[in-house]
Every structure is written in C-alpha cells, then in structure tokens.
C-alpha cells in the first residue's frame, strides 16, 4: 500500500518538516514562481533516484539544482561575467544557467547525468525561498508531474499526479509565472536551450549581444527536451479558431474557448493560466483540446513550445 502524501502549509512549521523530510533522503514537492517542483537533497543519491522513480521519469535527464542565492550557485557553478551579468539582472527569478559544473562540488552525479556541466536556478517565489533557507543545503528539483504530464501549477495538481509516491507538498498555492524557467546555456557561447519565464529578448538585451536559438538537430544536448512532453490524456490541435466535434477549446484574445488563456490578449497571464486549463480541459474527457493562436513573441514562445509539446505524437 502506497504511503500517504502529507500536504504541509507554508509556514514555519511547514518548513521544518519539509526540511526534516529531505535531511532524511524523503521528496518534498513545493511551489516556485514557475510550476511545483518535486525537491530532494542533490548531494543525497538515494534521494535523487527517487524522484526519477516516484515521476517515471524514462532515462536519467539532468535536474535543475535550486539554490538560495548566487553565491551558493558558484559554490557548485564555474562563474563568468556573462553569467554575473544575467544573475544580477534575473535572480531570483525564472531562469536556470547551465554552467560548467565545478569540481569536487559535491553534488550527486545522477543530478548532471554525468554531464560536465550543471543547471542551476534561485527561485523568487517566497515559499520556494523560505523552504531553501530552512534547510539549508542545494535541492534538485524537476516539475512535479509524472514524466510527459502537464506541470503543476497548483498543489492540488502535484497530488492528482503524485499522491502516495511522494512524503509530502507544500501548498503554496498557485504559481504567479505558470511556465518552467528559461534554460539559458552559458558554458559556451549564450544559447537558449528551452523558452520559459524569462524571454529571450530580455536576456539578449542584458548581455548586449545575440542567444543563439538551439538548432532542433543539436536536440542532445538539452535530454528531455524533445518531443511528446506536457501531455495532456485529450489530443491537443494547435492553431484552431474553432471547435470540432468532441473537442474542448482553449481560447485565447479574440478567440474565445471554454477556457480562455487571456481575454485581453496577455500573454504573461496567458503563461499564468497555460497549465491549470489544459488540466481543466483535460478533466472534462472531451476527446481533443483546441487551442487558439498564440503570437511567438515574449512569454508565447514559451507557451507555443510548451503547446508544440503537448501536440507532438506520442511515442
Ligand atoms: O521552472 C523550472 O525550471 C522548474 C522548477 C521546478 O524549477 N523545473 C523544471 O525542471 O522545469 P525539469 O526537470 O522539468 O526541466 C529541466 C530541464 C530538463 O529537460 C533537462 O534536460 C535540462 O533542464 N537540463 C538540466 N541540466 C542540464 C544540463 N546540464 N545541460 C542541459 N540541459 C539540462
Ligand atoms: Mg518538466
């Protein structure tokens, strides 16, 4: 019989317990400014193959390490000036830096699947940050839904995916950003590796100079980044300005669905919302979702990515 799942407050007691939880090697699941990741102690191996275990996640895809501060990210990071440069501008905040992983860091090697470099990220959201301070330490922290699923934004969605697999969730309640972290790759030269919170314009802009987009081709590079992701039970149709038979529609600016994404065409409260109606629509058992246009530009390349995802094949 599966362990039962405690839903923990966010509050000082809450914290400890969370904390209590990974010091023993246990997974908290707890809310960031993005989605809910689902957190262990990243130096703790047996702690870190659990959450691969309690997501089904397929093969061992690197984690993103969620640290307090950059200070304690150049403890496990190679630092350089390109990287001060977009921390100071974006930490915390929604953006992970895939640096050159420093030697003798500490870190459990399942958490860079070997790799010689690292992601490493200093959520803003209070919660995230509250829980970062309480224990203490670097904890790897992937979203919190079984692997291909939608992410979480809400704690009631990490336990309709995770209940009985995980010790406990922070109920924080629901993520003001709704999409997961820009991956930007700075152990070479500047290159987006996924869109996500942070636009792509805003980091050129910071850097003074072009991100390079990652070719699709160069998909190696950033494992799990391909393909049928994010995916919704319903079948998902992107582009449509209408309903067929048996779809649900997610609507967006003028196009008005069941769920809207943003009436007023917003794409931040569009991201906000992205997550919690594709779960919505999902829960209705309508056959397909359909979804409305999305412009590709600031946070639409995140929610276009994440929509490209959800429609892609299944293997
Ligand atoms: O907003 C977010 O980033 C959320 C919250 C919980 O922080 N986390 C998240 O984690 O989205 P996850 O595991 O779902 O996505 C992390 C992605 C993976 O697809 C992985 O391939 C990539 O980051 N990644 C991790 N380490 C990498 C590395 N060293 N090089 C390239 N890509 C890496
Ligand atoms: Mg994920």
Redesign the pocket.
């Known amino acids: 019989m599966p362990n039962a799942t405690e839903v923990l407050q966010a509050d000082a007691r809450g914290f400890d317990r969370a904390a209590a939880i990974w010091r023993d090697g246990g997974l908290v699941a707890f809310p ?8 262990a102690d990243a130096r703790d191996d047996a702690a870190v193959a659990r959450i691969f275990e309690a997501k089904g996640r397929p093969r061992f ?4 390490v ?1 640290v307090e501060s950059a200070a304690r990210a150049r403890d496990f990071a190679e630092w350089s000036d390109a990287a001060e440069i977009v921390a100071s501008a974006f930490w915390p905040g ?1 953006l ?1 830096l ?1 640096l050159p ?1 420093r030697e003798g860091a500490g870190l459990s090697p399942l ?3 070997g ?1 010689p ?3 490493v ?1 200093v ?1 803003a959201h209070p919660v995230a940050r509250a829980l970062l301070t309480a224990f203490g330490g670097p904890v790897a ?5 079984p692997s291909g699923r939608i ?1 979480p934004t809400e704690a009631a969605h990490v336990m309709a995916g995770l209940a009985g697999r995980i010790a406990a969730v922070v109920d924080g309640g629901a993520c003001p ?1 709704g ?3 820009t ?1 930007l ?1 700075l ?1 070479g030269v500047p290159v987006l ?2 869109p ?2 942070v636009p792509v314009e805003a980091l050129e802009a910071a850097l003074g100079g072009p991100v390079a987009r990652r070719d699709e081709a160069d998909a190696l ?5 391909m393909g049928s992701h994010y995916a919704p039970g319903a079948r998902v149709r992107l582009g449509a300005v209408e309903r067929r038979p048996g779809e649900a529609m997610l609507g967006f600016g003028a196009v008005a669905g069941d769920l809207t994404l943003s009436e007023t065409g917003d794409l931040v409260e569009a991201a906000a919302n992205l997550f919690h109606h594709l779960h919505a629509l999902d829960a209705t058992g309508a056959v397909g979702i359909a979804v409305a246009p999305i412009p590709e530009r600031g946070l639409g390349r995140a929610i276009n990515d994440r929509l490209r995802r959800a429609a892609a094949p299944r293997a």
């Open positions: 960031t400014e993005t989605v809910y990741g689902l957190g895809n690197p984690l993103i969620h929604p992970t895939v992983l958490v860079t699947a790799l470099t690292l992601a990220r959520p922290a992937p979203s919190a839904n992410s950003v999409v997961e972290s991956i790759g152990a590796l996924r996500g919170g590079s950033a494992p799990g980044q």
